[in-house]
């Protein structure tokens, strides 16, 4: 029997199962080794830029398995379950997971892209201009663009403290070489830290391919959203929130802290393989 077929119907399919017990295991083991022993999971699992130094290629795929907190993995988990086991039980195991990585995988691609093109490349190209030629003319062409954003409770902090003399100093015009010294030594490690902060956690981008699959074999089934009384058709629910989630990302909220693109990913990527699928594999069917 061709491995992509479905084995019957189940509420529970293997593949959603596992991926909920991995998923609630590492949650687990992210908060017990947190509090007990200072490990922190998601800085060692989560997707860093691929120019950190704390980048590994194996967080392409277990980013996909760690979350932020509690309400985080409570909704990607619920909807896993509810729209994947639909899914699986029709397109079969192998192919699900196949999908729910792939997808996973584009999320974190699109994501990669969209922070290089809004953010890093122009931040890290304004730290590399001063690194290039230290001066106060270039070091103050930094500050006044992106300033010192340094999370108190971070490290960094104390870091900066012991630079600030100093980078006061350029920034008012000195040039003398100590503090020329010892802003350059800041301006690299800064740029690491700001490289090494983890981009993104979580299954929303495998999530939302998930929805657009559903979307596509069931596009009429109707949805109850919460505090939303009427039902919702599915092919409606994934166009709309996909529109929300491309506005979201557009406004670009510095107080937004949800990777929108890589949800966008997620569905961009879900429906070129599913087209890919159609074309290629005359046994695929969408239902």
């Not at 490290?155 to 100093?166: C, D, G, L």
């Not at 994934?238 to 989630?245: F, M, N, S």
């Given at each position: 029997m061709n491995g992509f077929q479905s084995g019957g119907v189940s509420m529970l399919p293997p593949v959603v199962k596992n991926l909920l017990i991995i998923n609630v295991l590492m949650f687990i083991a992210m908060i017990a080794l947190r509090n007990s022993i200072g490990i922190d999971l998601n800085d060692l699992l989560g997707l860093h830029w691929f120019g950190s130094e704390k980048f590994h290629y194996?967080?392409?795929?277990?980013?996909?398995?760690?979350?932020?907190?509690?309400?985080?993995?409570?909704?990607?988990?619920?909807?896993?379950?509810?729209?994947?086991n639909a899914i699986e039980n029709v397109w079969g195991s192998k192919r699900f997971l196949i999908y729910y990585l792939i997808t996973?995988?584009?999320?974190?691609?699109?994501?990669?892209?969209?922070?290089y093109f809004e953010t890093i490349r122009e931040f890290t190209g304004v730290i590399d201009i001063f690194l290039n030629n230290p001066s106060p003319e270039t070091l103050q062409a930094f500050y006044t663009t992106y300033g010192f954003e340094i999370n108190n409770g971070s490290?960094?902090?104390?870091?900066?403290?012991?630079?600030?003399?100093?980078l006061e100093n350029v920034l008012n015009g000195s040039s003398d070489s100590t503090s020329i010294e010892k802003s350059y030594d800041f301006m690299v490690t800064y740029k690491q830290f700001y490289l090494n902060a983890p981009t993104v956690v979580g299954a929303s981008g495998s999530l939302f391919g998930i929805l657009l699959a559903f979307g596509m074999m069931f596009p009429n089934a109707e949805l109850f959203l919460m505090f939303i009384p009427i039902p919702i058709k599915?092919?409606?629910?994934?166009?709309?929130?996909?529109?929300?989630?491309?506005?979201?990302?557009?406004?670009?909220?510095?107080l937004d802290?949800?990777?929108?693109?890589?949800?966008?990913?997620?569905?961009?990527?879900?429906?070129?393989?599913?087209?890919?699928?159609q074309k290629t594999d005359s046994s695929f069917r969408l239902r």
């Open positions: 194996y967080q392409i795929i277990t980013y996909m398995f760690m979350h932020a907190n509690f309400e985080h993995i409570l909704f990607n988990m619920f909807a896993v379950w509810m729209f994947g996973g995988i584009g999320a974190a691609a699109l994501h990669y892209g969209i922070i490290r960094m902090f104390s870091v900066f403290n012991e630079a600030v003399p100093y599915a092919k409606y629910f994934v166009a709309g929130y996909g529109a929300i989630e491309l506005f979201s990302g557009i406004a670009n909220n510095p802290n949800v990777a929108h693109f890589a949800h966008l990913g997620g569905l961009i990527t879900g429906f070129i393989l599913i087209k890919f699928w």
